[in-house]
Every structure is written in C-alpha cells, then in structure tokens.
C-alpha cells in the first residue's frame, strides 16, 4: 500500500516538476519538492523492500531482483545527492540528481511499453529476457535524463582568479 500511494503521489506530482512555469514560481516548486522528496524515497525503499521480501512472480528471477536492487539504491543515492545539493543551494546540481531519480522512478511506464514486444517474442515466464528488458526500460530513460542533463544551458560561475606573483 505504502508503493502503491507514494509512487502515485511521485508520479502524478513529480511529472508537474517539469513544467517550466510551474518550476521558475519558486514557491510551488519549494513546496512541491517538500512533498516530492518524503513520496520519492517511500516509493524507493519500499520498492526495494518488495524486491527483496515479497514472493516473486512466475517469470522473475535472480537477475530481475539484482537489477531491480540496482536501480533502486540508485534511485534512492540520486534523492539523497538531490537533497544535499539544495541544502547546499547548488540548484543546478539539484535538478540533475532529481531528474535522474524522476528517470528511475519513471520507469515502470517505460517498462510496460518495453515488455509488450519482450512478451510477444518470448513468452510470459522467460526469466531472463523479462530482466534484460526491464533493465533496458531504465536505460533509456535514464539515457534520455542524461541527454536532458546535458542540453541544459549551465550558468557561468565566477570564480576567483588567484595569482601567483611573488613580490621581491
């Protein structure tokens, strides 16, 4: 239930952490990043908590639990980054680390489309084309993060020259 309505609230909200208008109002972002982050890292262990209690179903294996495991401390290591860098009021770093946590936490939709062909070639209970495939959906769309990433204009900080001079 805990996955069920923190995901939710991660995908419905965290997809709206995207619109340019609704980011550059500082105040609705600041108070949807306050929901956002708790939603985020409850969807994230307790994901991972399902990957490494909860009876598998027929057609996951060992490799699916590895990657799922994976992905999962991943996404909670890009949260924590995220954190760290607003507390430290590095927003640009915030962004990426946060759009690689929305990448991995996305990924269950890419996942549905990325298994309709996976089943259609190898049957439902091939253990390890399910986990290549799955692991293929967060791939892509942390590729896709990563392309994002980098296209962003980063602003130009000022740093100190320092000189070297010796004075005799």
Not at 18 to 43: E, S, T, Y
Not at 83 to 94: C, E, G, N, P
Not at 98 to 120: C, D, H, K, N
């Amino acid at each position: 239930m805990t996955h069920i309505v923190s995901a939710t609230v991660f995908c419905l909200l965290g997809a709206l952490q995207f619109v340019p208008a609704l980011r550059r109002g500082r105040r609705w972002h600041r108070v949807a990043g306050r929901i956002l982050v708790p939603a985020r890292l409850l969807a994230a262990l307790s994901g991972l908590w399902m990957a490494a209690f909860y009876p598998h179903p027929a057609g996951d294996g060992p490799a699916l639990l590895v990657i799922r495991l994976v992905f999962g401390f991943a996404m909670v290591a890009s949260i924590l980054l995220g954190l760290s860098a607003i507390r430290r009021r590095d927003f640009v770093v915030h962004g990426e680390w946060m759009t690689r946590a929305s990448a991995i936490g996305f990924g269950a939709g890419t996942q549905a489309l990325v298994l309709i062909p996976e089943s259609l070639l190898f049957g439902p209970t091939d253990q390890l084309p399910r986990a290549a495939f799955m692991a293929v959906a967060w791939v892509i769309n942390l590729s896709v993060a990563e392309f994002a990433i980098r296209r962003r204009v980063r602003p130009i900080v000022a740093r100190p020259i320092v000189s070297l001079r010796v004075f005799s």
